[in-house]
């Protein structure tokens, strides 16, 4: 068992167990395939079976069959654009840009399940 290790961005784990245990996962984005955002597939190609518990799998899909326990699967955008509005300032127009953390849905039995987006404002990203 692997407990209490930061795995962040990591799609293959530095530490290849079947346990996980308060570990983190996160990817720091979201897949787009084709409109559906998903998350990175974890141990890519390697389809054992593992168990995550009290692990944070943001933007993560774990292998097939694999069992969560307490885990969050939260799919989300980070910092993106979710509007726009051009502004007159001293008869100069600017473009005043509005950005969202985005909240899609969970991974959750094997499958990913969707609501309506929730946004929640925020900074624009650094490299703006």
Do not use: W
Request: charged share 25%.
């Amino acid at each position: 068992m692997t407990k209490n290790k930061n795995f962040r961005g990591q799609a293959t784990p530095s530490v290849i167990d079947t346990v996980y245990e308060n570990c983190n996962f996160s990817m720091n984005t979201c897949i787009d395939d084709g409109g559906v955002k998903k998350g990175v597939r974890l141990f890519p190609g390697d389809d054992t079976l593992r168990t995550f518990t009290r692990c944070n799998l943001t933007n993560c899909e774990p292998p097939p069959g694999s069992t969560l326990v307490k885990s969050n699967t939260t799919i989300c955008g980070r910092g993106e654009e979710v509007g726009s509005e051009n502004v007159v300032i001293d008869e100069t127009t600017i473009t005043a840009k509005e950005y969202a953390d985005i909240i899609y849905g969970k991974y959750r039995d094997g499958q990913y399940v969707y609501h309506s987006p929730i946004h929640i404002p925020c900074a624009p990203p650094e490299d703006t």
